[in-house]
């Protein structure tokens, strides 16, 4: 007989943790060897239980689940990544393919397709959610660069320019040139909308 499939998953919220393992595990083929709720202790968690697929949330407090897939996928290609997900924004969903993930798909899908998604990432094919790769493709990639990336979610809590360049080892001149070309690039008219609109399509 086969041998069950061997699932690691990381998200931080017990109650939603707690209820993936219950469903997954009604499966006969398919076993939970690992829960966390950080994403800096996946890769102790992996080291540990050797799962063959690691189903990652992609918020969760110590290390963004997008980062650690990046982070599994070159410490350990052989696993097979699953992000699941609340938020169904299209750029997570380019973000976490470009980190290494096999799949991705939203927290409201259906338990016999989430296991069905466990299986077929597991077999090497690629699993991604038909609304949410339908809206990737009609909103296109991210305009940011990696530096305005990361300068806009150094803004995020409102820090300013002078804290940011402090933080980011920069002049200020050059981070205020990456905020406003953050703000033209989404359309918006201020550091803080531009933030709030690379939020809502996943760009940070």
Partial sequence: MTEPIRILLADDQALVRGALAALLELESDLNVV???GRGDEVLDAVAAAQPDVALLDVEMPGLDGISVAAELHR?????KILMVTTFGRPGY??????AGANGFVVKD???RQLADAVRRVHMGLRVIDPALAT????SGTSPLTAREREVLA?????ASAAAIARTLHLSEGTVRNHLSSA????????????TREAERLGWL
Avoid: F, M, Q, Y
Avoid at 93 to 98: K, M, V
Avoid at 154 to 158: P, T
């Fill in 183 to 194: 703000i033209g690039k989404t359309g918006t008219s201020n550091r803080a909308e531009a």
């Fill in 34 to 36: 690992a829960e966390v």
């Fill in 109 to 111: 899908t259906p338990a």
């Fill in 75 to 79: 410490s350990h290609p052989d696993i």
């Fill in 154 to 158: 150094a803004a995020a809590g409102g």
């Fill in 93 to 98: 969903l380019r973000r976490a393919i470009d």
């Fill in 135 to 138: 809206e990737t493709l009609t």
